[in-house]
């Protein structure tokens, strides 16, 4: 085991599999030299060359658009958009291209491409860099959509990402890169797309989350623990393939659903959740459906998004609420 931040937990896991499968390439704005703003790809270009490791120019278009060439061509790209507010250019690249190109051939075709990108606040960035955008990509069907929230995961993800025959969207959320430590394998593993984690079980209500929420859920449940409210807690891990089951089972046993995320409230990818359980286990709820989330307006300037992200202030809340019912 090793003591792994996020960024190094994703940064070791595109290494071991490019030495793995020399058939997977990195591409992306500064993802060579200066190895990713993050430095996400840190050494990769020392120890794999520019034939596998290349900085691409300044156009999110033409980063998508030549991945999927490549795919489709036998190599297994990781695209990196180096903010996810930047992915509109790549939007047609990715919805009406990569999503569809194995419906669109029959089969014939597949589209094995992992495209990573930073998201979400805290980290006090300007304008379309903490956008989350989630939402977008799950609309999209043939697109997989992965969110981790600690270092281990984010690890075992990525592998299961770059090892997928269809195109995933590997969402990382900056604050978390490099908040804590936390222990990794050092040996490569794989977690399956579409299992939920049980971060913490509870009794009373259900905090359903992903990213970079979930270690503040986790924190206020602990926290409610000691004022002897038991709060269940779920992380999805991926929206898209969904873990429906863990969800319901959840439900079924508290009553009571809270969904927290960084995204606006609106068509926001908790609003399908809530749907979703609207549709499967109506009949176990006790309290109408909370959902904590960014409000209805662009990301704002720094000064005020403490405010304006979900907060423990506005989780205790929301289930204060849930437990009057």
Sequence with gaps: MAELTMIE??????????????????LGEDVGENGGVFRATDGLLAQFGEERVFDTPLAESGIIGTSIGLAINGMRPIAE????????????????????IRFRSAGRFSCPIVVRSPYGGGVRTPELHSDALEALFTHSPGLKVVMPS???????????????????????????????RMEVLEEPYTIPLGQARVVKEGDDVTIISWGATVPLAAK??????????SAEVIDLRCLQP????????????????????EAVKTGGFGAEVAALI???????????????????TPYPVPS???????????????IETLLRY
């Design 150 to 180: 600690n270092p281990y995961d984010a690890k075992g993800l990525l592998i299961s990402a770059i090892r997928d025959e269809d195109p995933v969207l590997f969402l990382e959320p900056m604050k978390l890169y490099r908040a804590f």
């Design 220 to 229: 206020v449940a602990a926290e409610m623990e000691a004022k002897g409210v």
């Design 304 to 318: 005020v998004e403490d405010d304006w992200l979900p907060n423990a202030e506005r989780i205790v809340e929301g």
């Design 9 to 26: 937990a994703i940064n070791e896991a595109m290494r071991q599999e490019m030495e793995r499968d020399p058939r997977i390439i990195v």
């Design 242 to 261: 969904l873990d429906l089951d863990a969800i319901i089972a959840s439900v079924e046993k508290t009553g009571r659903v809270m969904i927290v995320h």
């Design 278 to 296: 609207s549709e499967r286990a109506l009949f176990a709820l006790s309290a109408p459906i909370v959902r904590i989330a960014g409000y209805d």
């Design 81 to 100: 958009i180096q903010f996810l507010g930047f992915v509109y250019q790549a939007m047609d690249q990715l919805a009406a291209q990569a999503a569809r």
